[in-house]
């Protein structure tokens, strides 16, 4: 109470906090209770504060370029903004904007000769 005197805070019983002559509002305890373990952790740098960015390539390889069709359908899928609702699957979406469909276990072998 000693420093909120110093800073020229006034607290009345049941109120919410007036600002001071500065215009500074004093925090309450109600913002404490809502910090979060994450919270905490990004301010002392423990945790970024941003999240981590997917890979918009993940799933394509050298081979999918190769063939024009395939390559047109590769790079509409890599464009297409991502759905919020549903996860960005590269297979099944090639798959379905191509008229051959991919094989299974052949997304990360080597080109086709």
Known sequence: ???AQELNFRFI???RPL???KGHIPTTMEWARKLTKDDVGIVTGKIPYSE????V????VQADLKDPQRAEAVYKVIRAPPSP???R???SAIS???SRPMMPGTCNSSPDT
């Open 85 to 87: 609702r549903h996860s």
């Open 57 to 60: 390539d993940e799933g394509f």
């Open 52 to 55: 981590k960015v997917p890979d």
């Open 1 to 3: 109470m000693a420093r």
């Open 19 to 21: 600002p001071n002559n």
């Open 96 to 98: 379905s904007a191509t």
């Open 13 to 15: 019983a049941g109120q």
């Open 89 to 91: 699957n590269a297979r």
